[in-house]
Nanobody, 124 residues
């Protein structure tokens, strides 16, 4: 599976961005798709995840009410809709895919494939 993340950029606080993660390859083998982010000097942290059927979604407490995850299976693409952006949302955002979850979709270790990351910078 290959994952290509895009949509990052520079935005003012309170602004909106939509990230896309386009997948190719054996995408039907992977049931959980997630977004993580990593700020300079910090560990990679969970942002949101969604099942392949979109029946279940998860979001971190820090983005609830502001970010939404969705997917378009016809396009093999997962989206992260980010509203009311804050300077603390500044990070490189990564999409990831997991075939199955043994513990929690919020754990980095659960994911088998990762995209290259896209930079999101929120100015105050």
């Amino acid at each position: 599976v290959q994952l290509q993340a895009s949509g990052g950029g520079l935005v003012q606080a309170g602004g909106t961005l939509r990230l896309s993660c386009a997948a190719s390859g054996r995408t039907f083998s992977y049931n959980i798709w997630g977004w993580f982010r990593q700020a300079p000097g910090k560990e990679r942290e969970f942002v949101a995840a969604i099942t392949r059927t979109a029946v279940s979604t998860w979001r971190s407490d820090s983005v609830k009410g502001r970010f939404t995850i969705s997917r378009d299976n016809a396009k093999n693409t997962v989206y992260l809709h980010m509203n009311s952006l804050k300077p603390e949302d500044t990070a490189v955002y990564y999409c990831a895919a997991a075939s199955r979850i043994t513990n929690s979709p919020t754990h980095v270790s659960e994911y088998d494939y990762w995209g290259q990351g896209t930079q999101v910078t929120v100015s105050s």
